[in-house]
């Protein structure tokens, strides 16, 4: 059984690898001169910023599973018509 501690945390620790991911991303495009680069070098700067896509979007698509389970969880305790 996973608490409200591990759920919470899971989520954080999605939006964190997203987080970084576009910070790494924003870093290639910034400090890359790719009008002075190869052909080969653009297709290898090319082939990271597709990962790091890649990467946004199966960490989000995590951090919603995550967000899913958490919210499954609080409507069983509370039902979703409960005022916070």
């Known amino acids: 059984m996973t608490t409200l501690r591990e759920m ?14 576009a910070g790494c991303t924003r870093e ?3 400090d890359t001169p790719f009008d002075a680069m190869s052909r080969e070098e653009l297709k290898t700067e090319h082939e990271k ?11 989000a698509i995590n951090a919603n599973r995550k967000v ?15 005022a916070v």
Request: charged fraction near 25%.
């Open 28 to 30: 290639i495009l910034k």
């Open 8 to 21: 919470f945390h899971g989520i954080a620790n999605w939006h964190n690898k997203i987080t970084v991911a």
């Open 49 to 59: 910023l597709l990962q790091l896509l890649d990467k946004f979007e199966n960490d």
């Open 68 to 82: 899913l389970e958490l919210k499954e969880a609080i409507y069983s305790k509370l039902g979703p018509d409960t």
